[in-house]
């Protein structure tokens, strides 16, 4: 009997993405360490998501995008516009409709929390695991884009 390749195998491909899984939860811990009080990763996710899309997305899409309910997505970003770091403006095509634009505050505190998280991950990353990070944030980049682009 022949052993099998991670892609012919459902337990091997669920132990890689439990391992992925994991090292988000980890990862985000030091984020949530790093946040100020009442903002939670979520929101910061968020923002980043504004910053690598591109702002003037409708919230049910935000919400689309980060898997939560429309009710969810209408308290987060009612936390991020009470701290100034999104604008939610009627969107001129849809009368009811809004659309969610980062401010410039919104992108202050988003460089704040890199750094501050950069630096305690810097603590914890030895020279060796900081390589293998850059060596397979390619096949991560890859495995993301596929997800993404065949949502079930």
């Not at 985000?28 to 990763?41: F, K």
């Not at 202050?108 to 030895?126: K, N, S």
């Not at 020279?127 to 495995?143: F, S, T």
């Amino acid at each position: 009997m022949t052993q099998n390749e991670p892609g012919e195998d459902p337990m091997s491909v669920f132990a890689i993405f439990n391992e992925i899984g994991i090292v988000n939860q980890l990862a985000t811990a030091v984020l949530a360490a790093s946040l100020p009080e009442g903002v939670h990763p979520s929101h910061f996710s968020i923002i980043n998501h504004l910053v690598r899309l591109g702002d003037g997305k409708t919230p049910i899409r935000i919400a689309g995008a980060m898997q939560v309910t429309k009710n969810t997505m209408t308290h987060s970003l009612r936390v991020l516009e009470s701290r100034g770091f999104i604008e939610v403006r009627a969107n001129p095509d849809d009368g009811r409709g809004k659309l969610v634009f980062l401010t410039a505050r919104g992108q202050e505190f988003r460089e704040q929390a890199i750094m501050a998280v950069g630096r305690q991950i810097d603590q914890l990353i030895t020279p060796d695991l900081r390589e293998r990070l850059v060596r397979i944030k390619p096949d991560l980049v890859a495995i993301r884009s596929h997800l993404d682009n065949n949502r079930l």
